[in-house]
C-alpha cells in the first residue's frame, strides 16, 4: 500500500510564501514524475507544476516565475515553494506521482490528500 502524504498548507497575506511538501511511502518500487496539482472552489482540478525523475520542469502560465517544484529522489519526494503569492492562488492543492509498487510493472497515478493554500488579507 502507498500513502501520498502532503504538508505545508495554511493562510498568508497577498505577497506571501509557502512551501508545501508531499513524500510517498509505503510499498514504492520506482517514481517517475511527480507534481502539483490545485482545486479551487467551484472549478477542475489543474495542474501547478510537474517534475521528471530527471528533473525537468513544468509550470502552468500563472505561476511561472512565482513557484519552484523540486524533488529528492531519495526520499520520494516532491517539494513546491510558492512566493509572490495572490489570492487566485487559494486552492486546495494535491500531490500526484506516477508510481508503481513492488507487486505490478505498471505506473500509476497516486494522490496526497490535499492541503489547503489561502491567500488573503
Known amino acids: 500500500q502507498v500513502h501520498m502524504v502532503e504538508s505545508g498548507g495554511g493562510t498568508v497575506q497577498p505577497g506571501g510564501s509557502l512551501r508545501l511538501s508531499c513524500t510517498a511511502s509505503?510499498?514504492?518500487?520506482?517514481?517517475?514524475?511527480m507534481g502539483w496539482y490545485r482545486q479551487a472552489t467551484g472549478k477542475e482540478r489543474d495542474l501547478v507544476a510537474s517534475?521528471?525523475?530527471?528533473?525537468?520542469?513544468h509550470y502552468a502560465d500563472s505561476v511561472k516565475g512565482r513557484f519552484a517544484i523540486s524533488r529528492d529522489n531519495v526520499k520520494n519526494a516532491v517539494y513546491l515553494q510558492m512566493n509572490s503569492l495572490k489570492p487566485e492562488d487559494t486552492a486546495v492543492y494535491y500531490c500526484n506521482a506516477a508510481l508503481r509498487t513492488y507487486s505490478s510493472p505498471t505506473f500509476y497515478d497516486y494522490w496526497g490528500q490535499g492541503t489547503q493554500v489561502t491567500v488573503n488579507s
Open positions: 509505503g510499498a514504492t518500487f520506482a517514481i517517475s514524475a
Open positions: 517534475v521528471s525523475r530527471s528533473g525537468d520542469t
